[in-house]
């Protein structure tokens, strides 16, 4: 059974840090991009980060700069580190696995919850 499992969301404060962590199960975990998307309230899911196998990353325009997403895979575990938070950044965020290869391969964490206040 596949299973993705979020950590690290909370309440931070305006220019904050957060550290979100996804610790994968039931895959080859090494053989998977991994990314990380948000939604707020009113909004379309966006894509935030993304990482490939061979660790070649992405970024939305809007934190650039600000986030990094990287992966350990001894761990099977991607992580979002989010640096000079905005209340902009306030939103669900969920962990997704993809098989780059093969479809039908797609799977996502429960997501968690990332608050920021002014």
């Known amino acids: 059974q596949v299973q993705l499992v979020e950590s690290g969301g909370g309440l931070v404060q305006l220019g904050g840090s957060l550290r979100l962590s996804c610790a994968a199960s039931?895959?080859?975990?090494?053989?998977?991009?991994m990314g990380w998307y948000r939604q707020a309230p009113g909004k379309e899911r966006e894509l935030v980060a993304a990482?490939?196998?061979?660790?070649?990353?992405n970024y939305a325009d809007s934190v650039k700069g600000r986030f990094t997403i990287s992966r350990d895979n001894a761990k099977k575990t991607v992580y979002l580190q989010m640096n000079s938070l905005k209340p902009e950044d306030t939103a669900v965020y969920s962990c997704?696995?993809?098989?780059?290869?093969?479809?039908?391969?797609?799977?996502w964490g429960q997501g968690t919850q990332v608050t920021v206040s002014s």
């Open positions: 997704n696995a993809r098989h780059l290869m093969v479809a039908g391969y797609d799977y």
């Open positions: 990482i490939t196998s061979g660790s070649n990353t």
């Open positions: 039931g895959i080859i975990f090494s053989i998977y991009a």
